[in-house]
């Protein structure tokens, strides 16, 4: 178990990506709050990025800049990114990034948490889009 502390980072933790990276996938990770991230709620996080693809740098600017609660008050994530729930973003993301790696071993680890960080009720929201997502990969 790797759990830094203080001004420690995970860039050494032995985390799952790591093992797929190096049997030859392109690796990615993604979450709708890096604010409040996994890795980096009141820590360092990564100094180095963890993967291949990962969009905290994007995200980090879209949270500054077009996010929002959608009239919903004051929530800790936010869950609109511009005209789109933050989910769909991630999700959007994510499928972008199987697209250009159609032809290679994959691996990839999205994180939503803006809809249910604050309010659990609020996790129906999300059923449309992960069912249109897992739609998509059947397809």
Same mark, same amino acid.
């Not at 180095?48 to 077009?66: A, C, F, G, K, V």
């Given at each position: 178990?790797?759990?830094?502390?203080?001004?420690?980072?995970?860039? $050494?933790?032995? =985390?799952?990506?790591?093992?797929?990276?190096?049997?030859?996938?392109?690796?990615?990770?993604?979450?709708?709050?890096?604010?409040?991230?996994?890795?980096?709620?009141?820590?360092?996080?990564?100094?180095?990025?963890?993967? $291949?693809?990962?969009?905290?740098?994007?995200?980090?600017?879209?949270?500054?800049?077009?996010?929002?609660?959608?009239?919903?008050?004051?929530?800790?994530?936010?869950?609109?990114?511009?005209?789109?729930?933050?989910?769909?973003?991630?999700?959007?993301?994510? =499928? $972008?990034?199987?697209?250009?790696?159609?032809?290679?071993?994959?691996?990839?680890?999205?994180?939503?948490?803006?809809?249910?960080?604050?309010? =659990?009720?609020?996790?129906?929201?999300?059923?449309?889009?992960?069912?249109?997502?897992?739609?998509? =990969?059947?397809?």
């Amino acid at each position: 178990i790797c759990h830094p502390k203080g001004n420690s980072k995970y860039d $050494d933790c032995p =985390l799952i990506w790591k093992d797929f990276s190096n049997k030859g996938y392109v690796t990615a990770y993604a979450e709708d709050t890096p604010w409040m991230g996994l890795f980096h709620f009141n820590q360092i996080g990564y100094v180095e990025e963890p993967t $291949d693809y990962y969009n905290r740098p994007y995200y980090r600017t879209s949270e500054d800049h077009i996010s929002h609660n959608a009239g919903l008050g004051g929530l800790n994530g936010k869950i609109c990114q511009g005209r789109k729930f933050g989910i769909e973003v991630i999700r959007d993301w994510n =499928l $972008d990034f199987l697209a250009a790696n159609k032809d290679v071993p994959v691996f990839s680890f999205t994180w939503c948490s803006a809809l249910t960080h604050d309010y =659990l009720n609020m996790a129906s929201l999300a059923d449309e889009p992960h069912l249109e997502h897992l739609k998509t =990969l059947k397809n």
